[in-house]
């Protein structure tokens, strides 16, 4: 006798992004299902109910795999794991709000989770190893497959099981592979127990394959020609569930499908609960449970809307199989039953091609959608439940394929910033991205052609663009496609934030002033306890979206704000950090007082350069959110941009640069100003190009102006007005213009077209582009790396604390004869955020490698650091120079320079000892850097493009490599 149906059961909504992972945990006589997000939160819900019972965060990025703990005396509790994006894994009590411990070992994305016979849990990631763990120590680590681990399975024999982006299956015994499967044509995405026969496989080739724990196919399960992700078993073995890209989950016993189960996205995951029903997550941030026993089915309205939803689906008719509309049947054709469960039938129906699958269980078709684009029979492509035009492989030189899509209609940039914030990977990238996709993918044309060429805003003259941006502009003119030339700065969208900062230092801080301010003005201990609290909400980043702050804090920080000049810089300092928190900003547009606001603009005409810097790191942080844009940076634009008019002028470089910040960041259009404003905006700028010596802050003016008479014609005519060809005539073609050459070619001629009256006879000077380095620092926390960095940028030595350090910087130097530009990547303070630290590792093209003599634990990381910079850059060598700091300090020293020496030598890098305090080699040090990296490209050249494609999904014919 055949099983029930599935049909839908509970609807778990609450997720602000997918559904990566799902599972449940038993507790007492009943369970909770347990979902995994992007969102970076954990969350349990009542599967009888629905209702979410626990939020966890303890990630600081996507959480893409949950596995449930087994009962067990390694585990005295009811719990579950996690793993993610951010490179670890956490286990967790249901009963406790943050992990018990956490397991740290990887160096790229957790993938996926199980547990062995003896209850040791296995971790599968994208840096191709597999890991067992006894506790939170790693006890054994598997390696061998040449691509990412997606899935792992331990075996009731004591095997263990692992999946590849390879193609490959392997399995372990004692530590090493006795077997490799080669059946699978893609990649291998999930594993799953098989009762007693054996284990599951799932892969992009559509195919399901069960297999004895031997390694012996005995089964195929084939469906659709989709990417399938997940797969799942029943405890007893009987039946099997599989999802994947084609928005459905498909149920099977033996090798026939017995249901297909439509879900209005791409499912990303899939398990069995202990009560028979299914639990799956979607890339639309839902999971739903299913479920074949009346007393729990959803009621009808639920199940008839639902059902609704899936019919009133459009579909690609690249997912439905070829599209010949001249050959298909009217509707007639449903009266013939179909032959197998979850069969594909396309009808005419009217102008439209309507789309049904066969309901084995209740005898009929079912709806699932129309056909988009079926007159022309272009075929779009599914990405994440989603339809696309274009779909590519994006190979960013970390090892890891991910899917680009765009549509023709879409704006190319804003494809680009989407791919990249979905990515996580820097902004740097946006004008790489973008014009990949203008090269590769075909624009749409709107309306007819244009007969007249192109106005440009700032002269009048034609200028260069593409026909599909002018037509653009015609039909909406919010949306305008950049030129397709590789214009390096802009126009940009990306607003300047300072956001960073050593949180343990500046409450040190704070708290050493509060002694010595007026008593009248101290903070008592409760409010101490307030600051503290504050810091410790912001030390959370990953919790920003679900924390909040209270009114007692916010008044106490208030409080401290009315601390005198000479002793107010930390307060500024957690100001600036507060409003870079939703719910800090959230409080500042509150306050009807505008207390704070007047705070920052006294501090505007303060004498100390911190103050006037802090303050307007404050104000850029505003730009962040919404309500603060609107409600208190639009009002008040006239006042904060006449308040940053002297300080263009400032002899501190920290305070002008923070100015033009400012400026810069209205450029980009979200704050809506008033033209009296702008013409303001353009006379500083204006200003700041005319004077200023410092390329960064010369070249934040320029892309500031620029950005403004791009976006905005009134803007051209306000800038002609007050003479800019003038104006940037003496940057761009006198003796000048070096200030502008860390800037692309076309960026310069930007200028060129732009102003042509500037630069007349000067052409060479636009083909001397300096070279620029990207220098990372490395090593743990104390042991100088910011000293040395500030001794090498500003000749001056910082022991304490200084509120205007960053964690980037950039300096203009001459290194054996030739002029360059360093970009210098501190990564002081991010230890603990190794997804931060590896980015900067990625981008960098030599690495600074600095312990402290007198620490002997900093010398002792030194070797893994450098193999972790070669697992991130996928490569066997890299410029490296290895400093020994602090050479002051003889009579501490715990690391002997012979053990430096040896060290270096091992590696194969330079090595030198170093003192900030007493200036020894510290600009040697960066200098034999360069040449490191200068020796490096001219032996290795350029060879990304030689890495291994990926790990993760089949190559396609178009593919954007980011180097």
Known sequence: MSAEPFVLSRILSGHEQDVRGVSSVQVDHTFLAITSSRDRSIRLWDPITGSEV????????????VMALPDSPLFPFKGFVS???????????????????????????????????????ISGSWDKTVRIWDGNKCVSTLEGHEQAVWGVLGLPNGDIVTASADKTIKIWRDGGCIKTLG?????????????????????????????????????????????????????????????????TVRVWRGQECVQTIAHPAAVWSVTFLPN???????????????????????????????????????????SVGELNTDKLAGKEALNIPGNKEGEIKMVKDGADVTVYSWNGAKGQWNKIGTVTDAKSGQAKQLLAGKEYDYIWDVDVGDGVMRKLGHNKTDNPYVTAQDFLDKNDMSRNLLEQVAQFIIKNGEPITLGAPSTTGPMDHLTGHSAYTTQTARELAEQEARVRFPPRRNFKYFPTDNAIYFDSGNFSQIQNKMFEFNSQVPSQLALDEEEKKNVSSIFSTLSNTSRYHATEFSAKEFKTLKKALTWPPNFIFPVLDL??????????????????TNDTFAVLQLNLLSETAANQTLSLRSLSNLFKWTDSREKILQPKSTEIVQAISPLISSPNKNVRLTAVSVLYNFSIGDVKVESGTKKEEVTCLLQSIGNEADPEVLLRSLVALANLTYKDSSVANLARDQDVVKTLEGRVSGQQDKSLESASPNDLEWFRTNYPEAGKGKQSSFRRLMSIYKLVLVGLGGVGKSCLTIRFISQRFVEEYDPTLEDSYRKQVNVDGEECILDIFDTA?????????????????????????????????????????????????????????????????????????????????????????????VTEAFHELVREIKRWKKDYGHTEEEKEVAPGTPKKKSKCSLI
Request: with cysteine; charged share 25%.
């Open 54 to 65: 626990k939020r966890l965060y303890g990630h600081n990025h996507y959480v893409g795999v």
């Open 83 to 121: 793993g993610g994006n951010d490179h670890i894994i956490n286990v967790w009590d249901i009963n406790r709000e943050d992990p018990v411990y956490t397991l740290i070992g990887h160096s790229n994305v957790i993938s996926c989770l199980s547990t062995t016979i003896d209850h040791h849990i």
């Open 183 to 247: 059946r699978h044509t893609e990649v291998v995405k999930g594993l799953a127990l098989v009762g007693n026969l054996g284990f599951a496989s799932c892969s992009n080739d559509g195919v399901v394959l069960v297999w004895t724990y031997d390694g012996e196919l005995v089964q195929e399960c084939h469906g659709p020609d989709t990417f399938l992700y997940t797969v799942a078993a029943k405890s007893d073995g009987t039946e099997i569930a599989s999802g994947g890209e084609d928005r």
């Open 276 to 318: 028979g029903d299914l639990l799956t997550g979607g890339s639309d941030g839902v999971a739903r449970i299913f479920t074949r026993e009346g007393a729990r089915k959803a009621g009808e309205e639920v199940i008839s809307t639902y059902e609704a939803s899936l019919s009133s689906q459009s579909l690609p008719p690249g």
């Open 575 to 592: 100001l600036r950090l507060f409003l870079s928190h939703p719910d800090g900003a959230n409080h500042m547009v509150k306050d009807k």
């Open 829 to 921: 303070g991010q230890e603990d955020f190794s997804a931060v630290r590896d980015q900067y590792m990625r981008t960098g093209d030599g690495f600074l490698c600095v312990y402290s003599i007198t620490y002997s634990v900093s010398f002792q990381e030194v070797e893994s650091l450098h193999d972790h910079i070669l697992r991130v850059k996928d490569t066997e060598k890299v410029p490296f120079v290895l400093v020994g700091n602090k050479c002051d300090l003889e009579s501490d020293r715990e690391v002997p320079r012979e053990k430096g020496e040896e060290t270096a030598k091992k590696i194969g890098c330079k090595f030198m000892e170093s003192s900030a305090k007493t200036k020894v080699n």
